[in-house]
Nanobody, 123 residues
Framework: QVQLVESGGGSAQAGGSLRLSCAAS????????MGWFRQTPGKEREGVAR????????YYVDSVKGRFTISRDKAKNMVYLQMDSLKPEDTDTYYC????????????????WGQGTQVTVSS
């Protein structure tokens, strides 16, 4: 089992920055992919960034590319999402995710979820 706990959400103005953190615990050696998702009530959970644990390669969806950066501290079992140039449309609940498989930008491929943290961006 793997447990994920997010922190770092909050409020920011458009153009500002926030950094989300995700602490992983448990059998973390089993994780191949970690990612960040976001969700608006009534909509599907959307993957925005992922990082592979074997080589730290990253991928971003177009809506956040160039603004968000996912990174990992292997020694601390932490994953981060640095969010810069925030826009009001980035307002959502953000979830940390972990997968035992080699891909994790689709919710159906995620095995473990954090509890979510709210991000609110005002114009």
């Amino acid at each position: 089992q793997v447990q994920l706990v997010e922190s770092g959400g909050g409020s920011a103005q458009a153009g500002g920055s926030l950094r989300l953190s995700c602490a992983a615990s448990g059998y973390t050696r089993s994780i191949n992919c970690m990612g960040w998702f976001r969700q608006t009530p009534g909509k599907e959970r959307e993957g925005v960034a992922r990082i592979y644990t074997n080589d730290d390669s990253t991928y971003y969806v177009d809506s956040v590319k160039g603004r968000f950066t996912i990174s990992r501290d292997k020694a601390k079992n932490m994953v981060y999402l640095q969010m810069d140039s925030l826009k009001p449309e980035d307002t959502d609940t953000y979830y940390c995710a972990a997968s035992l498989w080699a891909s994790c930008l689709q919710a159906s491929r995620v095995h473990y979820w954090g509890q979510g943290t709210q991000v609110t961006v005002s114009s």
